[in-house]
C-alpha cells in the first residue's frame, strides 16, 4: 500500500513533525510504502536519512490558478506513483488533494491539526477543504468538538486520534550529555538556577509577551530559554525591548530554532505554554516536556485542558501575566519530594501517547478506507 502524505512545507512546526513521525512509522511496517509531498524544507534531510522518498511540490500556494494548475499535477503524481491513500494537512494541499482524488479515485482524508479562523463565510469555505475527506482526523478531543459545533459535517467521519509523540527522542536516558555541557557553557546556566522553558514559534498567538511580563514579577533567581524561530518582524523585536525595559538581559535566552529540544528540556525546572488568544488544538510540546519529567504551566483552554492537571503542573488564565506569574511561582516553591513524585505523573501520562500506538489507528484507518475502496 502507497500512502501519499501531502502537506505545506518541512520545516519547523508541529504539523511538520507529526507528519515525519508518521512517515518514519509507516516505513517501518510491511507492505507499506509511504510517500511524502510538499516544497521541502529545512526538515528534508529526515526523510533522506530515514530513506523515505519525497516528491517536490507547491503544495503551500493558495494562489487559486495556481492551486488549479496543482490539481492537474497532482493528479498526474497519484497515477504516476500507483497511490492507494492520499493524506492531507492543511488547508490548500487539502483542496488539491481532494480534486485530485476525485480525478483519480484514491481514497482521500484529512487531520484537522489548527483552529483555522472561521468567522466570515469565506473562511468557513476556505477551511472547508479539511472536511472533505472520507474520514477527518482530529487530533483531540477539543478539536473534535470545534469542527462538530462550527462545520456541517457528520459525526460518524470525525476519528480522534491525539498527537503523539516520539518517547525513543522525549527519554531522560537518552539525550546527549556532550550537548548538554554545550548548552550550559554556552548560555551560562548553573544547575542550581532553575531553568523555565517555552518552546514554540515566535509569534503573537503563542504568547512570548505574557510569558517575559510574568517574569518581572518572579523575584527568585531563574533562567528563562525562550526557543523558536522568529521572522525578525515587529513582534519579535518588541520582545527583545521588552526584556530590555525589564532589566531581564541576563535572565531570558532567546534561542531561536534548535534541535536539541530533548537536552534543553532534560536541564529545565518547567515548561511554559502560555498560548494567548487563540487555544491550541493539543499542544506536542506539552506532552515532549512530560516524557521528559518536566512540570508544566499551561493557558486553561484548547487541548492544554486534556493534558495538564495540578498533578502534572499547573493551568492559568489566558492573557493573564499575574496568574501565569502565580503559576510558574508555584511549581518553583514545590518541595523535591512532591516535585519527584510529579515528574513521575509526567512520565506515565506521557507514555499514553507513544508514536507506534498513535500511528497504529492512523493505520488501521487507512486500511478501512483502502478496503471500502476495493
Same mark, same amino acid.
Given at each position: 500500500?502507497?500512502?501519499?502524505? #501531502? $502537506?505545506?512545507?518541512? =520545516?519547523?512546526?508541529?504539523?511538520?513533525?507529526?507528519?515525519?513521525?508518521?512517515?518514519?512509522?509507516?516505513?517501518?511496517?510491511?507492505?507499506?510504502?509511504?510517500?511524502?509531498?510538499?516544497?521541502?524544507?529545512?526538515?528534508?534531510?529526515?526523510?533522506?536519512?530515514?530513506?523515505?522518498?519525497?516528491?517536490?511540490?507547491?503544495?503551500?500556494?493558495?494562489?487559486?490558478?495556481?492551486?488549479?494548475?496543482?490539481?492537474?499535477?497532482?493528479?498526474?503524481?497519484?497515477?504516476?506513483?500507483?497511490?492507494?491513500?492520499?493524506?492531507?494537512?492543511?488547508?490548500?494541499?487539502? !483542496?488539491?488533494? !481532494?480534486?485530485?482524488?476525485?480525478?483519480?479515485?484514491?481514497?482521500?482524508?484529512?487531520?484537522?491539526?489548527?483552529?483555522?479562523?472561521?468567522?466570515?463565510?469565506?473562511?468557513?469555505?476556505?477551511?472547508?477543504?479539511?472536511?472533505?475527506?472520507?474520514?477527518?482526523?482530529?487530533?483531540?478531543?477539543?478539536?473534535?468538538?470545534?469542527?462538530?459545533?462550527?462545520?456541517?459535517?457528520?459525526?460518524?467521519?470525525?476519528?480522534?486520534?491525539?498527537? !503523539?509523540?516520539? #518517547?525513543?527522542?522525549?527519554?531522560?536516558?537518552?539525550?546527549?550529555?556532550?550537548?548538554?555541557?554545550?548548552?550550559?557553557?554556552?548560555? =551560562? #546556566?548553573?544547575?542550581?538556577?532553575?531553568?523555565?522553558?517555552?518552546?514554540?514559534?515566535?509569534?503573537?498567538?503563542?504568547?512570548?509577551?505574557?510569558?517575559?511580563?510574568?517574569?518581572?514579577?518572579?523575584?527568585?533567581?531563574?533562567?528563562?530559554?525562550?526557543?523558536?524561530?522568529?521572522?525578525?518582524?515587529?513582534?519579535?523585536?518588541?520582545?527583545?525591548? $521588552?526584556?530590555?525595559?525589564?532589566?531581564?538581559?541576563?535572565?531570558?535566552?532567546?534561542?531561536?530554532?534548535?534541535?536539541?529540544?530533548?537536552?534543553? $528540556?532534560?536541564?529545565?525546572?518547567?515548561?511554559?505554554?502560555?498560548?494567548?488568544?487563540?487555544?491550541?488544538?493539543?499542544?506536542?510540546?506539552?506532552?515532549?516536556?512530560?516524557?521528559?519529567?518536566?512540570?508544566?504551566?499551561?493557558?486553561?483552554?484548547?487541548?492544554?485542558?486534556?493534558?495538564?492537571?495540578?498533578?502534572?503542573?499547573?493551568?492559568?488564565?489566558?492573557?493573564?501575566?499575574?496568574?501565569?506569574?502565580?503559576?510558574?511561582?508555584?511549581?518553583?516553591?514545590?518541595?523535591?519530594?512532591?516535585?519527584?513524585?510529579?515528574?513521575?505523573?509526567?512520565?506515565?501520562?506521557?507514555?499514553?501517547?507513544?508514536?507506534?500506538?498513535?500511528?497504529?489507528?492512523?493505520?488501521?484507518?487507512?486500511?478501512?478506507?483502502?478496503?471500502?475502496?476495493?
Amino acid at each position: 500500500m502507497k500512502v501519499a502524505l #501531502l $502537506l505545506p512545507s518541512l =520545516n519547523q512546526g508541529g504539523v511538520e513533525t507529526s507528519v515525519l513521525d508518521l512517515a518514519s512509522y509507516l516505513q517501518s511496517q510491511k507492505n507499506v510504502t509511504p510517500i511524502v509531498i510538499s516544497e521541502g524544507g529545512k526538515r528534508l534531510s529526515f526523510l533522506k536519512k530515514e530513506k523515505i522518498k519525497h516528491i517536490k511540490f507547491p503544495a503551500k500556494t493558495k494562489n487559486p490558478i495556481k492551486m488549479f494548475f496543482n490539481v492537474f499535477r497532482l493528479t498526474k503524481i497519484l497515477k504516476k506513483e500507483k497511490i492507494d491513500i492520499l493524506h492531507a494537512h492543511s488547508r490548500a494541499p487539502a !483542496w488539491v488533494g !481532494w480534486f485530485a482524488s476525485k480525478k483519480t479515485g484514491v481514497p482521500f482524508l484529512t487531520t484537522f491539526h489548527g483552529i483555522y479562523g472561521h468567522k466570515s463565510k469565506l473562511k468557513k469555505i476556505y477551511n472547508s477543504a479539511m472536511l472533505k475527506g472520507e474520514k477527518v482526523i482530529a487530533v483531540s478531543k477539543f478539536t473534535a468538538e470545534h469542527i462538530k459545533k462550527n462545520y456541517p459535517i457528520s459525526k460518524k467521519k470525525i476519528i480522534t486520534i491525539p498527537r !503523539w509523540i516520539d #518517547l525513543e527522542k522525549f527519554s531522560k536516558t537518552k539525550t546527549n550529555r556532550k550537548i548538554i555541557k554545550s548548552i550550559m557553557e554556552k548560555y =551560562n #546556566l548553573q544547575k542550581h538556577i532553575p531553568i523555565i522553558t517555552m518552546v514554540g514559534r515566535v509569534r503573537r498567538l503563542k504568547g512570548q509577551d505574557y510569558f517575559i511580563k510574568s517574569l518581572v514579577k518572579i523575584r527568585t533567581d531563574f533562567r528563562a530559554v525562550i526557543i523558536g524561530d522568529g521572522d525578525g518582524g515587529d513582534y519579535e523585536k518588541n520582545l527583545h525591548k $521588552l526584556v530590555k525595559e525589564n532589566k531581564l538581559e541576563k535572565k531570558v535566552i532567546f534561542v531561536g530554532d534548535s534541535n536539541d529540544i530533548p537536552e534543553f $528540556l532534560r536541564i529545565s525546572k518547567m515548561l511554559v505554554s502560555a498560548t494567548s488568544t487563540k487555544p491550541e488544538t493539543f499542544g506536542l510540546t506539552i506532552l515532549e516536556a512530560m516524557a521528559m519529567g518536566v512540570l508544566v504551566v499551561a493557558t486553561a483552554h484548547g487541548g492544554s485542558l486534556e493534558l495538564v492537571n495540578k498533578k502534572r503542573g499547573g493551568l492559568v488564565n489566558p492573557c493573564d501575566e499575574n496568574d501565569l506569574a502565580n503559576g510558574i511561582k508555584k511549581l518553583l516553591k514545590l518541595p523535591e519530594k512532591k516535585y519527584k513524585i510529579m515528574q513521575k505523573e509526567c512520565i506515565g501520562f506521557a507514555k499514553n501517547f507513544s508514536r507506534d500506538k498513535m500511528c497504529k489507528k492512523v493505520l488501521a484507518t487507512y486500511l478501512s478506507l483502502r478496503e471500502k475502496s476495493n
